[in-house]
C-alpha cells in the first residue's frame, strides 16, 4: 500500500469518527421532557382537571418554561382529550402527550322507604315499602332496580348508563319484637266517689302479630269504694313471642262534691255536632247549645238537640263581628236566627250568648257602646245571656285533646256552678268530651242544661 492511500484511510477514519462524534453529540443534547403523574388519567365528569405537571431538562438544565402546553379538557364533557407538551430545542421538536378520560364515575344512589332492619311476624312475608333510584346524569331510575328477594334480606341493585352501580340492602328478620298495647277506655286516672259503685270502664289490647287479644289480659287489684283512697288496677297481657305488657289503673276514691256543671257548645251545629250529641246521650249528660246557621246544611241538629233534652240557645245568625255595627244590624241577625230555631224546635228561645261574649272589646271598632246598649235592649225584650266562668280552651291555638281536658280539671273544681264554654264545630272538643264528662261525673258534679233556675254568668260589660 502507498503512503498516498493510507493517509486517506486515515484521513477518511477521522473523518467518519468525527461525523459519529457530532451525531452522538446531538443525540445527547435532545431535551427531555417527564410528565408527572400517570399518561392516562381518568376523571369523574364536571370534577376539576388539574395538570399533575412536567418537567423539562436540556443540557443538566431545567427549561420546563419553555414548554408548550396545548390542548384542552372539558370536564363538563365526557370524552378522550388530550395534552400535549412540546419543547423545540436541538434538532427536532420533542413531543409528549397525555391521555385524559373524563367520565360519569358517580354511582347512583338507592334510597329505601321503611326501615332497613325490618322485624316481621313469623309466617309472613315482607311487603315492599318502597324505595327510589336517582342517578346524577340520569335521572330518576326507579324502574331500572333489581329486586333480589332471599329469605333474610333483600337486595336492590341499579345500574346507571355508565354502568356504575349502587346496592343497597333490607336485612329481613321474622319474629316478633314489638309489645302489645293496652288501651283503657277513660284513661289511666279515674275519680269516683264514695260508695258509688265501681265498674272497670274497659279496655283493649291489641298486638301487631297476635291481632286482638283482648281476652288473654289479666287484670288484677280492687277498689273499697267504702273508703276514701287511691287504688292500682292493673292489666297484663303477652303475646306468643312472651313480649309483655303491663298498665296500670289509678281509681281514686273522693268524697263527692256539690257542684253543677253546664256545658255549653258555640258555634254549631257543624261536622260534630252528631258524634257530640252521641256521647251526651251514652253518658244521659243535658248540655246547652248555642246555635249559629254558619254551617247550614247541619241546620236540621238544632231539631235533634232540642228532641234530645239540650237546651237551644241563640248565638248568632252569621258570627260576623259587623252585627255590632248598630242594633238593628245586631238584631236582624238575632231575629234570622230565632226563625230558624222556631222552625226546627217548634218555639222561639229566650236564652242567647253574645258572639265574643258580653266583655269582648272588638265590638269597640264597630260602634262604642254597642254592647251596653244591647245588654239593656235585649234584657228588655225578655232574654237572658249567658257568659262562661269556665273556658275549655278549644279554640286558643295549642288545643290539644289533653289541654282541653286539663283545663278542665284546673278549673271546675270544688262546689258551685260552672259553665264551660265550648265548640261542637271543634274536633278536638268532641274528643275530649267522653273523658271530660267521665271525669267530672267522678267527681259527683251533676250536668245540666241552662234553665231558668241557671245561676246567670255575666262579665264586666268594656264597651
Ligand atoms: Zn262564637
Not at 258555634?267 to 261536622?271: A, E, I, K, S
Given at each position: 500500500m502507498s503512503i498516498k492511500k493510507k493517509t486517506l484511510i486515515i484521513v477518511c477514519t477521522c473523518l467518519v469518527l468525527l461525523a459519529l462524534n457530532a451525531a452522538f453529540i446531538a443525540l445527547l443534547s435532545m431535551p427531555t421532557i417527564r410528565i408527572k403523574g400517570e399518561k392516562t388519567i381518568t376523571i369523574n365528569l364536571n370534577s376539576e382537571y388539574k395538570d399533575a405537571g412536567y418537567k423539562a431538562e436540556y443540557l443538566g438544565q431545567n427549561?420546563?418554561?419553555?414548554v408548550k402546553v396545548e390542548g384542552n379538557v372539558d370536564t363538563s364533557k365526557a370524552g378522550t382529550y388530550t395534552i400535549t407538551y412540546t419543547i423545540n430545542k436541538g434538532l427536532v421538536d420533542t413531543k409528549v402527550t397525555r391521555t385524559i378520560v373524563v367520565k360519569d364515575l358517580e354511582p347512583p344512589l338507592i334510597e329505601l322507604k321503611g326501615a332497613t332492619e325490618k322485624y316481621l311476624c313469623p309466617g309472613t312475608k315482607y311487603q315492599e315499602e318502597g324505595y327510589t333510584a336517582s342517578d346524577n346524569?340520569?335521572?330518576?331510575?326507579?324502574?331500572d332496580v333489581q329486586i333480589d328477594n332471599q329469605t333474610d334480606q333483600i337486595v336492590y341493585t341499579v345500574f346507571d348508563k355508565e354502568k356504575n352501580k349502587a346496592t343497597a340492602m333490607r336485612k329481613l328478620y321474622y319474629e316478633d319484637q314489638e309489645k302489645p298495647t293496652i288501651t283503657l277506655t277513660d284513661g289511666e286516672m279515674i275519680q269516683i266517689t264514695k260508695n258509688q259503685e265501681y265498674v272497670d270502664p274497659g279496655y283493649n289490647a291489641t298486638d301487631n302479630?297476635?291481632?286482638?287479644?283482648?281476652?288473654s289480659v289479666k287484670v288484677g287489684g280492687m277498689v273499697d269504694t267504702s273508703t276514701l283512697g287511691t287504688y292500682k288496677i292493673t292489666y297484663e297481657v303477652s303475646d306468643k313471642a312472651q313480649n309483655k305488657t303491663m298498665v296500670t289503673r289509678t281509681v281514686q276514691v273522693i268524697e263527692p262534691v256539690n257542684g253543677v256543671v253546664y256545658l255549653t257548645f258555640d258555634?254549631?251545629?257543624?261536622?260534630y255536632t252528631q258524634r257530640i250529641l252521641d256521647t251526651l246521650a251514652k253518658y244521659n249528660v243535658k248540655a246547652t247549645f248555642f246555635v249559629t246557621n254558619q254551617f247550614s246544611k247541619y241546620q236540621n241538629m238544632i231539631a235533634q238537640e232540642a228532641e234530645q233534652g239540650h237546651t237551644v240557645a241563640i248565638?248568632?245568625?252569621?258570627?260576623?263581628?259587623?252585627?255590632?255595627?248598630?242594633v238593628d244590624s245586631y238584631l236582624n241577625d238575632f231575629n234570622q236566627m230565632q226563625e230558624i230555631v222556631k222552625n226546627q224546635t217548634g218555639s222561639y228561645t229566650k236564652y242567647f250568648r253574645f258572639p265574643g261574649g258580653s266583655s269582648n272589646t272588638v265590638s269597640k271598632k264597630h260602634a262604642t257602646g254597642i254592647m251596653t246598649t244591647l245588654a239593656q235592649v235585649m234584657t228588655e225584650k225578655g232574654y237572658i245571656y249567658y257568659d262562661w266562668n269556665?273556658?275549655?280552651?278549644?279554640?286558643?291555638?295549642?288545643?290539644?285533646v289533653s289541654y282541653i281536658i286539663s283545663n278542665i280539671k284546673k278549673y271546675v273544681k270544688g262546689d258551685g256552678s260552672y259553665i264551660i264554654l265550648m265548640h261542637d264545630i271543634k274536633k278536638n272538643t268532641m274528643e275530649a268530651l267522653p273523658s271530660v264528662i267521665s271525669y267530672l261525673k267522678g267527681r259527683g258534679y251533676t250536668f245540666k242544661a241552662i234553665d231558668d233556675n241557671t245561676p246567670i254568668k255575666h262579665f264586666k260589660i268594656a264597651n
Open positions: 427549561i420546563s418554561k419553555d346524569l340520569d335521572g330518576d331510575i326507579t324502574t302479630c297476635d291481632g286482638s287479644i283482648k281476652a258555634d254549631g251545629p257543624g261536622q248565638h248568632t245568625l252569621t258570627h260576623s263581628w259587623n252585627i255590632y255595627n248598630s269556665v273556658d275549655s280552651g278549644d279554640t286558643h291555638k295549642n288545643n290539644t
